[in-house]
């Protein structure tokens, strides 16, 4: 089997890139690479922490209120209502 021929493309647009892509990259974040290496490090843990807390949590909810009822929905006693406050007696209803 052969290789497949490869082409070659000259022109001032590419040649402008073909010189700039053979240099290394430079950092643009002006940290060293072991800063950069801690703070990917200390990224990743704190995302993996919050995504740790945000699941517990997240089944938490779920085993106190499921997101999807059954056929029947939510049971009627879960819903909580506020006992009924009689209006205070305003003060010139006092003053005769």
């Known amino acids: 089997m052969t290789d497949p021929p490869t082409t070659t493309r000259t022109g001032p647009s590419y040649s402008a890139y073909n010189e700039l892509s053979s240099r290394p990259a430079a950092p643009s974040s002006g940290l060293t690479e ?20 945000a699941a517990v949590a ?33 003060v010139a209803s006092n003053v005769r």
């Open 34 to 53: 072991d800063e950069a290496r801690g703070f990917h490090s200390a990224f990743i843990g704190g995302f993996i922490g919050f995504t740790v807390i």
């Open 58 to 90: 997240h089944f938490l909810v779920w085993q106190w209120r499921p997101w999807i009822p059954g056929t029947a929905g939510y049971p009627a006693a879960t819903a909580q209502t506020a006992p009924a406050v009689q209006a205070p007696a305003t």
